[in-house]
């Protein structure tokens, strides 16, 4: 069987998409996990940090399942989100908003526009009502759990060897955690990102990015409602209104761009 996908990337983070509504693509790719991890293989497929179907829905424009580079279904992916929104624009399916389905409820989406071509996406992320103090770092979940760990330069910090530690760390079992390791300069924060499901660091994560700027607002460290945040592959910004209960209207813009599009067979992979 051969299958059209589209590439696409979030400041370095990013995806292959499959316009999902062929059911026999479906029943292929969510039944089989190691054929969504080959085609997510750098050498052996196409090459990403996760898959992403975009499939009809009765109420919504669509919805959107995510699937991380390891071949396990994932929780919210915030670039995905944002990339998905974009292949949705370019198809037609949307003009310059949207209002979409995912595996935490509800997101609503805005195409800007310079030109004529697509500049940014913005994407409203869900209300963060409960922050913890760990001994790793700050715990929230912005649709994915994640660590917030601020240190002095994260230029120091091997993010692969010590994310994987609080990764792993009995504290977040069964399911783990992301881990972010941030650096603030100027009310600007700098960003690395140890994504479960990839396994590794990535050039920028969405969620993680969100749950960056939550934290560095509620410890204080940056008095700003609007904060840019500086990750490996781009510059993203996040903006929020904090309350007596959290934090509310957190909407997450960064670029989003195709990259190719092309066919791949199957039948060269191991379909069971």
Same mark, same amino acid.
């Given at each position: ?20 509504? $062929? ?10 996990? #190691? ?10 497929? !196409? ?10 829905h009765? /109420?919504?424009d =669509?919805?959107?399942? =995510?699937y ?13 989100? $944002?990339?998905?929104?974009?292949? @949705? =624009? ?16 509800l997101?609503?989406?805005i195409?800007? #526009? ?13 209300? *963060?009502t ?17 660590? *917030? ?6 230029l ?5 060897? /010590? ?15 992301n881990?972010?390791?941030v ?5 600007? !924060? ?5 994504? $479960?499901? *990839? ?11 969100? @749950?960056a @700027? ?6 204080g =460290? !940056? ?7 500086? @990750? ?41």
């Amino acid at each position: 069987m051969t299958v059209k996908f589209f590439k696409y990337h979030g400041a370095g983070n990013d995806f292959i998409i499959i316009d999902e509504r $062929r059911k026999d693509i479906l029943n292929h790719i969510t039944k089989n996990h #190691t054929l969504i991890s080959e085609l997510c293989h750098r050498r052996f497929g !196409i090459g990403a940090d996760g898959l992403m179907l975009l499939l009809t829905h009765p /109420e919504y424009d =669509y919805r959107m399942v =995510y699937y991380n580079s390891d071949g396990n279904e994932g929780s919210m992916c915030g670039n995905g989100g $944002r990339c998905l929104a974009a292949f @949705a =624009y370019h198809q037609g399916i949307i003009k310059n908003k949207t209002v979409f389905l995912a595996s935490d409820g509800l997101h609503k989406a805005i195409i800007k #526009t310079d030109n004529g071509q697509l500049s940014s996406v913005s994407l409203s992320m869900n209300d *963060v009502t409960e922050i913890k103090e760990t001994e790793y770092g700050l715990f929230l979940d912005t649709g994915s759990p994640h660590i *917030v760990k601020f240190t002095e330069d994260i230029l120091q910090i091997n993010v692969d060897s /010590e994310g994987k530690k609080i990764r792993n760390a009995d504290t977040f079992k069964p399911n783990g955690t992301n881990v972010n390791f941030v650096t603030i300069v100027d009310e600007t !924060i700098h960003i690395s990102t140890y994504e $479960r499901g *990839v396994e590794s660091e990535t050039l920028a994560c969405g969620t993680g990015i969100t @749950a960056a @700027a939550i934290a560095a607002s509620h410890k204080g =460290y !940056i008095s700003k409602n609007n904060i840019e945040v500086n @990750a490996k592959g781009g510059v993203l910004n996040v903006s929020f209104s904090p309350d007596l209960k959290g934090f509310k209207n957190i909407i997450l813009t960064g670029p989003a761009q195709k990259v190719f599009e092309g066919e791949i067979d199957l039948q060269h992979f191991d379909i069971k």
